[in-house]
Nanobody, 117 residues
Framework: QVMLVESGGALVQAGESLRLSCAIS????????LGWYRQAPGKQRELVAK???????NYADSVKGRFTISTDNAENSVYLQMNSLKPEDTARYYC???????????WGQGTQVSVSS
């Protein structure tokens, strides 16, 4: 059974930094993509950052230059370094992986990030 567990969310002030972590366990086989999504109250879930197994990273325009996605060598964890946080970054952040087998996707439960002005 594949499990994703996020951590690192907190209440911070604008301009501060946070690092989110996602621990991946279970028999995933080959992971094609790892990503972070977020969902604010009343809004749709949106992609924040994604990294493929060839190392290519993509970011939402709203976070480019402020957020960095990374993984450990074994792809057991995926991280999101968030700098210069803004109130509009307030949301629940979800870890997501897409595996090679049937391109199945898995999600974590999310971690709350709140940024005060």
């Amino acid at each position: 059974q594949v499990m994703l567990v996020e951590s690192g969310g907190a209440l911070v002030q604008a301009g501060e930094s946070l690092r989110l972590s996602c621990a991946i366990s279970g028999n995933t086989g080959t992971i094609k993509n790892l990503g972070w999504y977020r969902q604010a109250p009343g809004k749709q879930r949106e992609l924040v950052a994604k990294i493929s197994n060839d190392g290519t990273a993509n970011y939402a325009d709203s976070v480019k230059g402020r957020f960095t996605i990374s993984t450990d060598n074994a792809e057991n964890s995926v991280y999101l370094q968030m700098n210069s946080l803004k109130p509009e970054d307030t949301a629940r952040y979800y870890c997501n992986i897409q595996i090679a087998y049937l391109l199945a996707e898995f999600w974590g439960q999310g971690t709350q990030v709140s940024v005060s002005s």
